[in-house]
Structures are given as C-alpha cells and as structure tokens.
C-alpha cells in the first residue's frame, strides 16, 4: 500500500486561502486517482474533491467546495495538490487525501463524487482552520 502525506494546512481567516500536497513516499501519483475528504467535529467524514485521471480533465467537487476548491497534479513536485480557496468557518476540520483502485463515483443531485468505500490508503491528515 501506499503510504501518503498530506501538507500545508494551519490557520486562516475566512476569505482567505490555503493549498494542501499529498505526497507518496516511495512512489508518484501521476495517475493515481486522489480524493480530498475531510472530517469536521460532529460530522462524518465527506469527500471535498476528487480527481480521476492523469490529465486532470476528470475532477469531482463537493456541492459545498465546488467553485472555490480546485484539485491538480504537480508533476514537478510529485504531488496532489488541493487548493481552497475562499475559505470559510465551514471548511475547517481534518483534510486527508486518499487513494485507490477502480475507484467509483457516485452520483446524487447536487454532485459527483469518488466514492469513499473505494479508498485504501490513506494519510494521517492535515488540519485546517479558518476562524477571524
């Protein structure tokens, strides 16, 4: 298995913006598909955003994350990076990101995104605030 890193969490103001990296020790993540999920007190763990293929072209977004969250590939730096922007008291919690095989996607409503139950590994999470 794979064992992913996330990075670059810490405190904001509401409005502000942060940029998470997930980073494979021992491997790249080039083609893997990568999903952003977090945990907030008092609520399950939801996906904020997911992306599918190398090019970038197949993302997901969270209703509540899609318009402000864009997910991308640094093939530079090896890494999955999450960039949020226009934060809110809302997005704060624990961001992890998360990886595995034939990984499938649910569709509702409101949103597409990877789902879950398909992740295997995972990283030990970065924490986000936003408070003023």
């Known amino acids: 298995q794979l064992q992913l890193a996330e990075s670059g969490g810490g405190l904001a103001q509401p409005g502000e913006s942060l940029t998470l990296s997930c980073a494979a020790s021992g491997s790249v993540l080039d083609s893997f598909t990568i999903g952003w999920f977090r945990q907030t007190p008092g609520k399950q763990r939801e996906g904020v955003a997911c992306i599918v293929d190398r090019s970038g072209v197949n993302v997901m977004y969270a209703a509540t994350t899609k318009g402000r969250f864009t997910v991308s590939r640094n093939f530079a730096r090896k890494t999955v990076e999450l960039q949020m922007n226009s934060l809110k008291p809302e997005d704060t919690g624990v961001y992890y990101c998360?990886?595995?095989?034939?990984?499938?996607?649910?569709?509702?409503?409101?949103?597409?995104?990877?789902?879950?139950?398909?992740?295997?590994?995972w990283g030990q999470g970065t924490q986000v605030t936003v408070s003023s």
């Open positions: 998360a990886t595995g095989k034939n990984v499938r996607a649910r569709l509702t409503n409101i949103q597409s995104m990877c789902m879950e139950e398909d992740f295997t590994s």
